[in-house]
């Protein structure tokens, strides 16, 4: 039986190109399932990873209306595991272990290291916002934040991500995500973002894609690692405090510890990129995720095209111009971010005084019942005819603010964008396979245990020039100033910094000030920092 990567392969890949024998194909496929699966149910990772069948099987559906592709979905749902039930009494609270999960070399996985599997758990992601498509229930609309805040409270990271290397482990910063999660977790949000239309879910799927995923990855894209850690001070073959991963997990590398994050980490922009827009049957246009691009499209037979121009997540400001064929009237929405302290919009140079809209957007093409207003001011609706070159400015606010994570440690933001402390650090080639592709190593250069003053000057931005490599700690288009002083009581265990103290902090150190970069370019870092009692004082800065 084909896997779901093959058969979800096959849907981008006939989107993209339209090509005719995608559908017939799959038609055949899933009339082979729906036959076998009474007597060849769903076991071990098929049983865990049901949902993306799932996408697959409504996807065709909505372009078939077989109805027996339904009735495939809901043998799919009662023979995979229940993630809904898991989230609703989330028992795996504390960091999981080879011993705890009873792991043992050459045996059958454990169902407990199965539910407690990072892909699995990202994956998991869309699962009730698909169900609630054939069930219309409030309580499966409502399942995912329940699942998210879980995974948040025991287990998240600043970067957008939960911990899990490979398995949850807890909020230390110092424990590690794998790459494949990161971009399962953002297909999962953006089709989740698609079917419930939370701006919220929107706002996680850029945390994830403009930290997380770029962290990931060496510059040229050449070698990237399988474990992350939001405090990484060193990318060795070394032993660490990862829950079931090996020696060589934070490697930047060609396939380091297990080779399918190689197979799986190019699809995190692609998706991204074709999850910026959406549009609705009745025509709305509404842009979801922002990043310069083009979208193409038609509405009441007009052909549309809008170029957005913009240098976010490092900048606040967004163009749209809009190019149509003819004049055309559509609503188009632009997502208000959640940190987005006000907002200004612009239409061919005239300001707008326009209420947010209150509710989510629709966006999905199956079933939908009445719902109620979840949210409010997420959207702006600019709802007018639509003229050739119309052009839309769009500027959020962007200041820098903290937030708090474990033991009480300081996260330093702006806009969608996480801060970290780049330390310098000598890449050594371990091994060279063929082309660019090569194993590295990063060993640090410069001190890492620093404690921050925050008060009323957290961070100083200052801005800079974009260039061809963005989430570059050598050119990083945006940095944050900081202050601070090296805590020595901090210090490194099992090959990676330490337990965070427990913020407050004194040193009686010098005080320093720091340049922090985003935190997707800076590829040995500190992220999260205990605090010092004393406060930040804007008098004190000199620029």
């Not at 392969?9 to 017939?24: C, F, H, K, N």
């Not at 510059?219 to 060795?236: E, F, G, K, R």
């Not at 910094?497 to 150190?509: C, D, H, I, K, T």
Request: hydrophobic share 35%; charged share 20%.
């Amino acid at each position: 039986m084909a896997s779901h990567g093959d058969v979800e392969v096959l849907t981008q890949y006939q989107e993209a190109s339209g090509d005719p024998r995608v559908i017939p194909v799959m038609e055949k496929y899933f009339s082979y399932e729906l036959k076998t699966l009474p007597q060849r149910p769903l076991r071990d990772w098929g049983k865990y990873r049901w949902q993306d069948n799932v996408y697959s099987v409504l996807w065709l559906y909505n372009r078939t209306g077989n109805r027996r592709l339904l009735d495939l979905a809901r043998m799919l749902h009662e023979q995979g595991y229940d993630w809904e039930k898991q989230f609703a009494d989330f028992q795996y609270r504390t960091k999981q272990t080879r011993d705890t999960l009873h792991l043992i070399a050459n045996r059958p996985i454990p169902e407990a290291a199965m539910q407690t599997h990072g892909v699995n758990n990202a994956m998991a992601i869309k699962t009730a916002p698909l169900w609630w498509l054939l069930t219309g229930s409030a309580s499966d609309r409502q399942a995912l934040q329940h699942q998210l805040a879980a995974l948040d409270t025991y287990h998240g990271l600043p970067n957008g991500m939960f911990s899990a290397d490979e398995h949850f482990a807890g909020p230390d910063p110092s424990q590690g995500v794998e790459v494949c999660a990161v971009v399962e977790a953002m297909f999962s949000l953006e089709q989740a973002f698609g079917i419930l239309g939370d701006p919220r879910l929107a706002d996680r799927l850029e945390r994830v894609a403009y930290n997380a995923l770029p962290a990931t990855l060496s510059n040229d894209m050449w070698s990237h690692q399988y474990d992350q850690q939001p405090n990484q001070i060193a990318c060795t073959r070394a032993h660490r405090q990862w829950s079931t991963n090996d020696e060589d997990s934070n490697l930047f590398g060609l396939e380091p510890n297990f080779g399918c994050c190689t197979a799986n980490f190019h699809q995190g922009w692609p998706k991204l990129v074709e999850s910026l827009w959406l549009q609705t049957s009745g025509g709305t246009l509404v842009s979801a995720v922002y990043s310069p691009n083009v979208m193409h499209t038609k509405i009441k037979g007009a052909s549309i095209t809008i170029e957005e121009e913009t240098e976010y997540p490092f900048r606040g400001t967004v163009h749209f111009k809009v190019h149509a064929s003819h004049p055309v009237a559509f609503p188009l929405l632009l997502r208000i971010p959640g940190w987005a302290q006000t907002t200004q919009v612009r239409l061919n140079n005239k300001s707008l005084n326009i209420s947010a809209a209150d509710c989510s957007v629709q966006t999905t093409e199956a079933k939908t019942d009445e719902q109620s207003c979840d949210f409010q001011k997420s959207f702006i609706p600019i709802d007018r005819i639509w003229n050739d070159d119309d052009q839309v400015f769009v500027t959020f606010a962007v200041p820098a603010r903290v937030s708090r994570w474990h033991d009480n440690a300081a996260v330093f933001e702006r806009g969608p964008l996480v801060f970290s402390l780049p330390l310098k650090g000598k890449w050594s080639k371990l091994k060279q396979y063929a082309q660019n592709s090569a194993d590295w190593q990063i060993t640090p250069t410069s001190a890492w245990n620093f404690a921050v003053k925050v008060g009323e000057c957290d961070a100083i931005p200052a801005e800079h020039g974009v260039s061809a490599v963005p989430f570059d700690a050598a050119a990083p288009p945006v940095t944050l100033a900081v202050q601070a002083r090296r805590y020595p009581a901090w210090t490194e265990s099992e090959n990676s910094a330490g337990p965070l103290p427990n913020s407050p902090v004194e040193s009686r150190e010098p005080l320093q000030e720091l340049t922090l970069v985003p935190y997707g370019a800076a590829k040995l870092r500190i992220t999260e920092f205990p605090t010092l009692v004393e406060k930040s004082q804007c008098s004190e800065r000199t620029f």
